[in-house]
């Protein structure tokens, strides 16, 4: 699922180098993937009814994914795949500092230690040291930002799944998201004149790439995740380290020896944190 989620961001990069948009990636792979789960849910049997009450909470999270779909398809399209993913791997930590904010947890003293040693990890991937800071800042700093705001938004939803939307079957819960993601980005991109497709051949190719991988990873994670331990469910994190191979392998994409031994020891970082939590 790991691999499969990192061939969605890599197939997107395709897309985005030949001539096709974020929004409409997003558009794509949004109603692509709620298209999906719709026919799942029908041939299991998955009751689709929505409790007052919870449908703002809902429209609330599905307007957050679209936030952070934005965020992080925006970055893949600056920055490599694999270090947008590493960023955007702040997410667990953000979400365990929301809930000791908002007095749901208080982390123990290993988490901070996990979050201190995967920032150390970042720094090093990024290749962020005080006397290459500005010339590599230039270079990567907004693709950086792009995906740090898709990791905060998705933090909120983090929260929200763990809290206010827990009762509902996770099925029901990411198709009214992705439905809400996909319907937003197109009335936007649209409004804005941003839905470009792609202009050759290739670009198609990773369009419908991402969607199926995207589509894969989604509708797996249902079948598998009741099926795994909570320590198992770090090899989810393995999802940077997929997309260093796939995109070196395929676009060519290549960072220094220390920035790879930086990616492990963030990716590491995380799981250990997964784990202590």
């Not at 429209?59 to 955007?88: K, N, T």
Request: hydrophobic share 60%; charged share 10%.
């Amino acid at each position: 699922m790991s691999t499969a989620f990192a061939a969605n961001h890599v197939a997107a990069r395709l897309a985005f180098d030949h001539g096709a948009s974020v929004a409409a990636a997003i558009v794509t792979r949004a109603a692509g993937t709620a298209l999906v789960l719709l026919v799942l849910m029908k041939f299991q049997g998955v009751v689709m009814s929505l409790p007052r009450e919870l449908r703002g909470r809902l429209l609330l999270a599905g307007v957050l994914v679209a936030v952070q779909s934005y965020c992080l398809y925006s970055a893949v399209a600056l920055i490599p795949a694999a270090l947008a993913l590493l960023v955007f791997q702040t997410c667990p930590m953000l979400y365990v500092l929301l809930s000791w904010a908002m007095g749901k947890e208080v982390p123990r003293p290993q988490a901070f230690a996990a979050m201190l040693l995967a920032l150390v990890g970042l720094v090093l991937a990024l290749n962020i040291t005080p006397d290459k800071f500005a010339a590599q800042w230039s270079t990567l700093g907004a693709g950086v930002m792009w995906a740090f705001g898709g990791a905060f938004s998705f933090a909120f939803v983090y929260y929200m799944n763990s809290h206010s939307l827990k009762a509902l079957d996770g099925r029901l819960r990411t198709f009214v998201m992705t439905a809400v993601t996909a319907t937003i980005v197109l009335a936007g991109g649209g409004f804005s004149g941003k839905l470009a497709l792609p202009a050759d051949a290739t670009g198609w190719a990773g369009l419908v790439l991402l969607t199926i991988f995207y589509c894969i990873a989604m509708s797996s994670l249902f079948f598998v995740l009741p099926r795994l331990s909570a320590a198992s469910t770090v090899a989810l994190n393995f999802e940077p380290i997929a997309a260093l191979v796939l995109a070196w392998v395929f676009l060519g994409q290549t960072i220094a020896p220390l920035q790879i031994a930086g990616a492990f020891v963030t990716v590491g970082a995380i799981a250990w944190l997964g784990v202590k939590k």
